[in-house]
């Protein structure tokens, strides 16, 4: 029973700074673009997941949707890596390809990302850099509003 409920205590705690992370991340947004953009988190309205995979279903959200009127205009991803490891190497992959699918629906594809792991994944982030337009990290998010 102990092992049990240290695994569950574990994976309780697995997520909360990638949690911390997009709650900044949404907050910043909503502060600095509110009086021009509709900005909604977690939009289960709008989704590019079904054009980039067939077994991700609707239920997938980005982390924060930008509508200019009712059409959308930006997708933000967050993502906070405190360990390295091919979580973080395949998600870059991923949003290589949901940059593509957002490009051609005239969508701005925003990743934020920060956290002590890129230190020992640089070569990771640099070829997504080579890939994606728009790679942030917290500090960079007011440049959002001259992106859009």
């Given at each position: 029973m102990l092992g049990v409920e240290v695994g569950l205590d574990t994976n309780a705690r697995k997520?909360?700074?990638g949690?911390?992370?997009e709650g900044m991340v949404q907050r910043k947004v909503r502060r600095i673009c509110h009086s021009h953009y509709r900005i909604v988190e977690n939009d289960p309205e709008f989704s590019l997941y079904p054009l980039i995979s067939r077994r991700i279903g609707r239920a997938k959200t980005h982390d924060v949707v930008i509508y200019s009127d009712v059409h959308p205009i930006g997708v933000i991803e967050c993502n906070f890596y405190n360990v390295t490891g091919s979580?973080?190497?395949s998600i870059a992959e991923s949003y290589i390809e949901m940059h593509r699918v957002a490009r051609e629906r005239g969508i701005e594809f925003i990743w934020?990302?920060?956290g002590p792991a890129w230190r020992s994944m640089k070569e990771s982030l640099l070829r997504a850099m080579?890939?994606?337009e728009w790679i942030l990290n917290f500090r960079m998010v007011d440049?959002?509003?001259r992106i859009l």
């Open positions: 997520n909360r700074s949690g911390i992370f979580k973080p190497i934020v990302t920060d080579e890939q994606l440049l959002i509003r």
